[in-house]
């Protein structure tokens, strides 16, 4: 008899608010015999956190433990690992769907899943609605309109890279700020560009805080914050198509 | 006695399949006392053609007449009668949802309202799966990894704008390419980025159609139509923090 192997799917939950998960996702996650999520050494991690309150049918909860900053070779290492716990469940012909948190192709862990996986099992990726567009929301100032240029900017990169790319965008999304916010607040406050910037951590969820950039303490800052600039051009309302 | 002020919802509906709607938008649609939905000047437009299997409350329907391609005073005053009439109902104490494809804040007309009506009424944006994301994940390549920078492109800029973005990103989602696809086409082929580059139009939706870039018919790209690029660098699953 040939089992007939499973089919994975990699789902965005969103940005923290269990609300902000799609129909589908949360259909998919209620048809799953397996959950799994990406958690870090010890502990649950948020992607389950944000659906825990959503599964009804008590599917199997299977951990994948990735060190949170890890150096190349370990991650790689953490990768293989969680590819090989799905991998067994899938050969075995199960259901089985990898929360991520935001969306799974948008700076998501699951890419490294996907790329070990999705040549060897049916794979269906389910988008999410992404922490730019739940910042924005949550701050109240649109992100970016018209024909303007978004540029999605990590806040680990060098501090003149930064900086020109700034000085070169429309509108930006500076992401996972984290230890950076000394450095973004000196980039932002040398361009004068304070005035149009927006910081938000952990948007839409319970412990969300909105603070003046100029009001953050830098000891504090977690991973998941934000910072939107977008320069007010002439508003012409204009759609060119 | 005084009458209540209503609240507006700019709701995003996420890129066409209704299932990518999230359970918040799902709810505060069925909620509503009027769904307003952006519309061409005749017909109902794609917004109000995503959340209708979904509307269960039978609401009043308010169609925005905003005429597609427009010159920037028509379209003020467009944008500004549309306002007028969300105030009416806001003024007589209704719950009005606004339902924006994708997300409102991204590229949304929706910010032009925002704008007219946010600082005279209570408003919420719930934020939607965005068509970069969707076109990720139909297209099964991810969007952005690690520390990579991600430029969102408007495909109407012109062609040395856009050409040098290209060339200056690690990734990029050309968006609106509709008529512009043999310019954009141009500048893959020039920078040698066609095999990073990938082609789909209407995600999600029962149209949806990913052809090989050489392969479209450049008569017919509509407007919902995008180009993801990704350069592949070296793969070292690094997540620094």
Same mark, same amino acid.
């Given at each position: 008899?040939?089992?007939?192997?499973?089919?994975?799917?990699?789902?965005?939950?969103?940005?923290? #608010?269990?609300?902000?998960? /799609?129909?589908?996702?949360?259909?998919?996650?209620?048809?799953? #015999?397996?959950?799994?999520?990406?958690?870090?050494? /010890?502990? !649950?991690?948020?992607?389950?956190?944000?659906?825990?309150?959503?599964?009804?049918?008590?599917?199997?909860?299977?951990?994948?433990?990735?060190?949170?900053?890890?150096?190349?070779?370990?991650?790689?290492?953490?990768?293989?690992?969680?590819?090989?716990?799905?991998?067994?469940?899938?050969?075995?012909?199960?259901?089985?769907?990898?929360?991520?948190?935001?969306?799974?192709?948008?700076?998501?862990?699951?890419?490294?899943?996907?790329?070990? $996986?999705?040549?060897?099992?049916?794979?269906?990726?389910?988008?999410?609605?992404?922490?730019?567009?739940?910042?924005?929301?949550?701050?109240? /100032?649109? $992100?970016?309109?018209?024909?303007?240029?978004?540029?999605?900017?990590?806040?680990?990169?060098?501090?003149?890279?930064?900086?020109?790319?700034?000085?070169?965008?429309?509108?930006?999304?500076?992401?996972?700020?984290?230890?950076?916010?000394?450095?973004?607040?000196?980039?932002?406050?040398?361009?004068?560009?304070?005035?149009?910037?927006?910081?938000?951590?952990?948007? /839409?969820?319970?412990?969300?805080?909105?603070?003046?950039?100029?009001?953050? !303490?830098?000891?504090?800052?977690?991973?998941?914050?934000?910072?939107?600039?977008?320069?007010?051009?002439?508003? #012409?309302?204009?759609?060119?198509?």
């Amino acid at each position: 008899m040939v089992i007939q192997k499973g089919t994975l799917y990699g789902i965005g939950v969103g940005p923290g #608010d269990p609300e902000l998960l /799609t129909l589908k996702a949360n259909r998919l996650i209620n048809e799953a #015999d397996v959950v799994a999520y990406p958690a870090p050494e /010890t502990g !649950d991690g948020i992607a389950l956190e944000i659906v825990r309150p959503l599964l009804l049918n008590n599917p199997q909860l299977l951990p994948l433990r990735i060190p949170i900053s890890v150096s190349p070779l370990p991650a790689q290492y953490a990768y293989d690992q969680a590819a090989k716990l799905l991998e067994l469940e899938l050969e075995a012909g199960k259901i089985v769907s990898v929360i991520c948190e935001g969306d799974p192709f948008f700076y998501g862990s699951f890419t490294f899943l996907f790329e070990r $996986l999705s040549g060897r099992f049916k794979t269906e990726i389910v988008p999410g609605v992404s922490s730019p567009m739940a910042c924005a929301a949550t701050l109240h /100032t649109p $992100l970016v309109s018209r024909n303007e240029i978004l540029t999605i900017l990590p806040a680990p990169l060098e501090e003149a890279e930064l900086k020109q790319r700034l000085i070169n965008t429309d509108a930006a999304a500076i992401i996972k700020v984290g230890r950076h916010l000394p450095k973004i607040r000196r980039i932002l406050r040398n361009l004068r560009l304070e005035k149009y910037s927006h910081y938000v951590e952990h948007a /839409t969820m319970n412990n969300q805080k909105i603070i003046p950039l100029d009001k953050i !303490d830098s000891q504090t800052v977690p991973y998941f914050s934000m910072v939107l600039v977008r320069k007010i051009k002439d508003r #012409d309302n204009s759609g060119e198509r």
